[in-house]
């Protein structure tokens, strides 16, 4: 029987690094493997990244697979006719809680023919020393929210690993403990591939059974979602003579997060990805505070090509738009490139209404 694993977490924890690292893991153990990929909007960088290195994947756009649960199993039955995956790696988008009552239930109740893992959850081991000790009270949202995600994982991936000294992680898994004591915890490096194996071996191996997990606050819930500001787009860009594209996506991102601190934002995520039809790349820029990090190369120098913006911040739609919008053109102009936009939406996400919700709360 197929099995499928959701690998959720918080916006740029490293949860398409997980999925595409761990995809050509399986591939070269010889098995199929599907993505699903997940978004509030349209138009994803990581769908287009995914396809681009051959995996087969489906995407369900417009809202997290909670809420459109029927399109999320439509997305599966098509892989499954199609490409026949002996795994399906299921990547909700990183503002999605309640995970195992709205996705994993719902899946083990309608839909017998799947194995199901656990629910897993991708955490930013850079990231988790912000999160206060009141994290899981519902005074800041957005860490509500972070906290919540851990406290439903079934199996918590502390990723990054590569990024943090010895001590400061150990500090991260005694409050990951505390939070999720019943997890099991396994400490990974999506991008160096550390730890891989094992949560492949996790994948495999281990069963979702239903169990109790804590009752989230769809108000608070709600909140955290609605600080949040989204902006996807595309332009075509093209260029009177050869340009270097890694440089282009880095300063344009790095000029978006500086617009956005100028205006009291912060950033969550800002992806690019750029292709000239032959190949493509994808820019990432988190705030933890590392640099912009690249997934595959292009060819140094082009004259043209297609870029896709996903942005998600802490701050008013508008503004993030504004902040895009100003960015681009300077950065462009800096590069001597033209940018013609094809289509941008910015807004921010609607207050979550799972579509199956089965709760059985710790007692
Ligand atoms: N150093 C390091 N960077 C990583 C690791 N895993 C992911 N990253 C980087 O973190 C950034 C975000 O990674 P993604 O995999 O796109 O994160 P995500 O959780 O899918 O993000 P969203 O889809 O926006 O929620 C990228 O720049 C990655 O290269 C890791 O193990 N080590
Ligand atoms: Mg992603």
């Known amino acids: ?83 026949e995956p002996e795994i399906i790696l299921a990547e909700p988008v990183g503002s999605c809680a309640d995970v195992p009552a709205s996705i994993h239930e719902p899946l083990r109740k309608f839909y017998r023919d799947l194995e199901i893992a656990p629910p897993i959850v991708i955490v930013d081991a850079l990231q988790l020393h912000r999160l206060s000790e009141s994290a899981s009270s519902t005074s800041n949202p957005i860490e509500y929210l972070i906290s919540s995600q851990i406290r439903e994982a079934g199996i918590l991936a502390v990723n990054k690993i590569d990024l943090v000294p010895k001590e400061k992680l150990e500090d991260v898994k005694s409050r990951l403990k505390k939070l999720n004591p019943e997890a099991e915890m396994i400490e990974i490096s999506a991008k160096k591939g550390t730890g891989l194996d094992t949560l492949i071996q996790h994948i495999l191996s281990l069963e979702y059974k239903r169990s109790s997990y804590p009752e989230v606050d769809y108000k608070a819930y709600g909140a955290a979602e609605a600080e949040l500001g989204w902006l996807n787009g595309s332009w075509e860009i093209a260029a009177e003579k050869r340009f270097n594209v890694e440089r282009f996506l880095s300063d344009l991102l790095t000029g978006i997060a ?88 910015s807004f921010s996400p609607l207050q979550p209404q799972p579509h199956h919700r089965f709760i059985k709360l710790i007692s």
């Open 1 to 83: 029987m197929p099995k499928i694993a959701v690998i959720g977490g918080f916006l740029g924890a490293g949860k398409t690094t997980t999925i595409l690292e761990s995809a050509k893991r399986l591939a070269r153990s010889g098995r199929q493997v599907g993505i699903i990929t997940n978004d509030q909007g349209e138009e994803l960088v990581d769908t287009k990244i995914a396809r681009d290195l051959g995996f087969a994947s489906s995407e369900v756009p417009g809202g997290c697979f909670c809420c459109q649960f029927p399109d999320f199993i439509a997305s599966i039955q098509r892989l499954l006719k199609e490409r």
């Open 258 to 345: 500086e617009k956005v601190k100028e205006r009291k934002g912060e950033v969550a995520h800002i992806k690019a990805y750029f292709t000239d039809g032959r190949g493509s790349t994808k820019a990432s820029l988190v705030m933890s505070g590392q640099d912009v990090e690249f997934t595959q190369a292009l060819p140094e120098e082009i004259e043209e090509g297609v870029m896709i913006v996903n942005a998600r911040v802490r701050i008013k739609p508008a503004e993030l738009a504004k902040c895009v919008s100003e960015s681009l053109e300077a950065i462009s102009s800096k590069h001597h490139v033209r940018c013609r936009e094809l289509k941008v939406e």
